[in-house]
């Protein structure tokens, strides 16, 4: 028989005769026409449909509003995101803006600090060739070589510029 037939037979759609021949795996071949055919014991098949169990519909009201509160939740939600987002911006702000003044002030520092040591330096190199002088005038002094004959007040009286020349740069080197 068809699968017309079967489901004339059985009190079954089309679709749910083929599928029962499918799922029993019954024997199923093509007529001349091109139909196919089943072979199937309708005292053997012993088949009840199964009453149909329809979904009841549910009003429109009510899922449009689950829908409404939905989008107001999904909106309260996103709406704290946002306000919690621009408290963060706002916070790291703040945070840049406190690491910029520190950043600032060590810059300013950092400059005052190589412009004391340009300035040490300078004192420095300065302090070194008078002190190399110094060490030529005392070597002059030991030795007793006095340019054009010195007598001993002129030794003494160098002697005495040397040491007023040392404490002079003595305090020159403690500014």
């Given at each position: 028989?068809?699968y017309a037939d079967?489901?004339a037979r059985?009190?079954?759609?089309?679709?749910?005769?083929?599928a029962?021949a499918?799922?029993?795996r019954?024997?199923?071949?093509?007529s001349?026409?091109?139909?196919?055919?089943v072979?199937?014991?309708?005292?053997?098949?012993?088949?009840?449909?199964?009453p149909r169990i329809?979904?009841?519909?549910?009003?429109i009201?009510?899922?449009?509003?689950?829908?409404?509160?939905?989008?107001?939740?999904?909106?309260?939600?996103e709406?704290?995101?946002?306000?919690?987002?621009?408290a963060?911006?706002?916070?790291?702000?703040a945070?840049?803006a406190g690491a910029?003044l520190?950043f600032e002030?060590?810059r300013?520092?950092a400059?005052?600090l190589?412009?004391?040591?340009?300035?040490?330096?300078?004192?420095?190199?300065?302090?070194n060739a008078?002190a190399a002088?110094?060490?030529?005038?005392?070597?002059?002094?030991r030795?007793g070589?006095?340019?054009?004959?010195?007598?001993a007040?002129q030794?003494?009286?160098?002697?005495?510029?040397?040491?007023?020349?040392?404490?002079?740069?003595?305090r020159a080197?403690?500014?």
């Open positions: 028989m068809t079967l489901s059985l009190n079954i759609s089309r679709e749910a005769a083929r029962l499918r799922r029993r019954l024997p199923r071949s093509r001349e026409d091109g139909k196919a055919l072979s199937v014991d309708l005292a053997e098949l012993r088949y009840t449909p199964r329809g979904r009841k519909a549910a009003p009201a009510a899922p449009m509003a689950e829908i409404e509160a939905f989008k107001v939740e999904a909106f309260k939600i709406a704290f995101k946002i306000e919690a987002f621009k963060e911006i706002a916070r790291l702000e945070l840049a910029r520190v002030r060590e300013e520092r400059d005052r190589a412009v004391e040591l340009l300035q040490a330096a300078a004192e420095t190199a300065a302090a008078w002088r110094l060490e030529d005038e005392v070597a002059d002094l030795t070589r006095q340019a054009g004959g010195a007598t007040g030794a003494a009286r160098r002697l005495g510029h040397l040491a007023a020349a040392i404490v002079g740069a003595d080197a403690r500014r």
